[in-house]
């Protein structure tokens, strides 16, 4: 069974700080990953997606994937209440059509 | 917004009913996902269409059907409800082989009584 796993939180951070948020998957086959947000009673919206070891920087996101280790995380600084909502790490096999995989996601609360 | 719609927003149905839930993709995107996400839950994938093809599918019993057409819209069909079919239900489309990203509707929510 090919899982991905998020911790459920919530995770709390306070206005300004660097919220972290981290993944795993079980599918060593696995080749892209994504990170989606979802605000309360919307679908998701796509933040990032990385397929390469190392960083990946947008604005004040950065993606990390370590294949090795089979873990995916996302840094956002300078974080904003607007930033509240859950996020969604998936998965994806080699070709974009495999199914992608969704872990159950983290909630953020960014306190003012 | 991503150019993907759902029709309905929102639908209540009877448990042993039948129910056709639509999705128009983003211009130019020839792939259609669905995707079942339960409250609290990360969405779970249904099937995936290609070129009105199914080319993958997830761990749901028959009684959920789809179809994809030659404007690649699609419908998510879902015979002799139960209870448990009650989720959120999103369409999400992308240009296949040609981009690693897929974009999401706004949803359909189904209530099953």
């Known amino acids: 069974q090919k899982e991905v796993e998020q911790n459920s939180g919530p995770l709390s951070v306070p206005e300004g700080a660097i919220a972290s948020l981290n993944c795993t998957y079980s599918?060593?086959?696995?080749?892209?990953f994504f990170w989606y947000r979802q605000y309360s009673g919307k679908s998701p919206e796509l933040i990032m997606f990385?397929?390469?070891?190392g960083d990946k920087e947008d604005g004040r996101f950065t993606a990390q994937l370590n294949k090795a280790s089979q873990y995916v995380s996302l840094l956002i600084r300078d974080s904003q209440p607007s930033d509240s909502a859950t996020y969604l790490c998936?998965?994806?096999?080699?070709?974009?059509?495999?199914?992608?995989?969704f872990g159950p996601g983290t909630s953020l609360s960014v306190i003012p | 917004e991503t150019g993907v719609t759902q029709s309905p927003t929102h639908l209540i149905k009877t448990r042993g009913q039948q129910v056709t839930l639509r999705c128009s993709s983003q211009?130019?995107?020839?792939?259609v996902s669905w995707y079942q996400q339960a409250l609290g839950q990360g969405p779970q994938f249904i099937f995936q269409?290609?070129?009105?093809?199914?080319?993958g599918r997830g761990n749901f019993p028959p009684r959920f059907s789809g179809l994809q057409f030659p404007n690649y819209s699609s419908e998510l069909n879902v015979n002799a409800l139960e209870l448990d079919d009650s989720a959120l239900y999103l369409c999400?489309?992308?240009?296949?082989?040609?981009?690693?990203?897929?974009?999401f509707g706004p949803g359909t929510r189904l209530t099953v009584t």
């Open positions: 999400a489309s992308s240009e296949g082989g040609r981009s690693y990203e897929q974009y």
């Open positions: 599918d060593r086959g696995s080749q892209s």
């Open positions: 990385i397929y390469s070891n």
């Open positions: 998936a998965a994806r096999g080699k070709t974009s059509y495999d199914k992608v995989i």
């Open positions: 211009s130019g995107h020839n792939t």
């Open positions: 269409y290609y070129r009105e093809e199914e080319n």
